[in-house]
Nanobody, 126 residues
């Protein structure tokens, strides 16, 4: 069972990146998949989550209108499109998955996640 996050990099303010979270060893169809981020010196925060079974989505207020989460069940992958990036978006981004019945309700909390991928670093700087 593995989650692999990728797609991070260095981008200028206002730029875009697409992060990918690929699952292996299990299917995401019945999982809640979430993206978290941890900026230097700060606690990890939930950014967005998607319930793979029906596509229901949540975003933290700070990224609404700029980030888009999506799923590709055929490829067992969840994406996070990051647009209009700001320096304060700089962080290590992690994807995680939960199979708990309350996983979507509390998807902003990392303790409800069952599987984690290694992070991918996003740096927004001019």
């Amino acid at each position: 069972v593995q989650l692999q996050a990728s797609g991070g990099g260095l981008v200028q303010p206002g730029g875009s990146l697409r992060l990918s979270c690929a699952a292996s060893g299990f299917t995401l169809d019945y999982y809640v998949v979430a993206w978290f981020r941890q900026a230097p010196g700060k606690e990890r925060e939930g950014v967005s989550c998607i319930r793979s079974s029906d596509g229901t989505i949540k975003y933290v207020d700070s990224v609404k209108g700029r980030f888009t989460i999506s799923r590709d069940n055929a490829n067992n992958t969840v994406y996070l499109q990051l647009n209009s990036l700001k320096p304060e978006d700089t962080a290590v981004y992690y994807c995680a998955a939960s199979q708990r019945t309350y996983g979507f309700m509390f998807c902003r909390f990392d303790h409800v996640m069952d599987y984690w991928g290694k992070g991918t670093l996003v740096t927004v700087s001019s």
